[in-house]
């Protein structure tokens, strides 16, 4: 999407390491922001969200982080598995829409976890 | 409880034909948004539909338009088919003003 830029385009971690995928959006009157995982020809999966009245959620070994000042939004993983390899969308509102439903996504982080 | 089902899986179109995907929403979901994938990209947003209606259009020409039906199942139809329109066509849905997608698998339009 045009409002929404990811980095980086691809990702390689060794297993037991951290992971972190940062996105940045335009609107600052964006309140919601996804993170989706996708694996190799497989459906989109979101695996956590984040509004903008918090700056941080977390669920077991995954955390998304907000900081609604610098328009960006940050995915953690820690402690990396192989299984969490996959390719990681962020996505944002559509600030071009009255309401704001539909998402804009990020071009996409290849993440690889080596054993 | 059924997730998002989309049919055919994979699709294969002539140049100048039209096609048409279609989508059955996540049980007690009502909207229904319409995305293309093009291989190694971000999904890019056609359009959405909720009460029937087109509530909000992507940057995609008219080829591209839609349909909701009052079970909430929606079409996809793409005319004069190019063949950059071979892309995964990926349909997700929603509740209401709830931004949270299920997607579905999709289904692959191979354009020849």
């Known amino acids: 999407g045009e409002n929404v830029e990811q980095h980086p385009s691809t990702l390689s971690v060794q297993e037991g390491d951290s992971a972190v995928i940062k996105c940045t959006y335009s609107d600052s009157a964006s309140n919601y922001f996804p993170w989706y995982k996708q694996e190799l020809g497989k459906r989109p999966q979101l695996i956590i969200d984040?509004?903008?009245?918090?700056g941080e959620k977390k669920d077991q070994r995954i955390a998304v982080t907000l900081n609604k000042t610098a328009k960006h939004f940050s995915l953690h993983i820690t402690e990396t598995q192989p299984e969490d390899s996959a390719v990681y969308f962020c996505a944002a509102p559509d600030p071009n829409s009255n309401s704001g439903y539909a998402l804009n996504f990020g071009k996409g982080t290849s993440l690889l976890v080596t054993p | 409880d059924a997730g998002v089902t989309q049919s055919p899986t994979h699709l294969i179109k002539t140049r100048g034909q039209q096609v048409t995907l279609r989508c059955s929403p996540k049980?007690?979901?009502?909207?229904v948004s319409w995305y293309q994938q093009a291989l190694g990209q971000g999904p890019q947003f056609i359009f959405q539909y909720y009460e029937e209606e087109e509530r909000q259009r992507g940057n995609f020409p008219d080829r591209f338009s839609g349909h909701q039906f009052p079970n909430y199942s929606s079409e996809l139809n793409v005319n004069a088919l190019l063949l950059g329109d071979s892309a995964l066509y990926l349909c997700?849905?929603?509740?209401?003003?709830?931004?949270?997608?299920?997607f579905g698998s999709g289904t692959r339009l191979t354009v020849v």
């Open positions: 984040i509004r903008s009245n918090v």
């Open positions: 997700a849905s929603s509740l209401g003003t709830d931004k949270g997608y299920t």
């Open positions: 049980s007690g979901h009502d909207t």
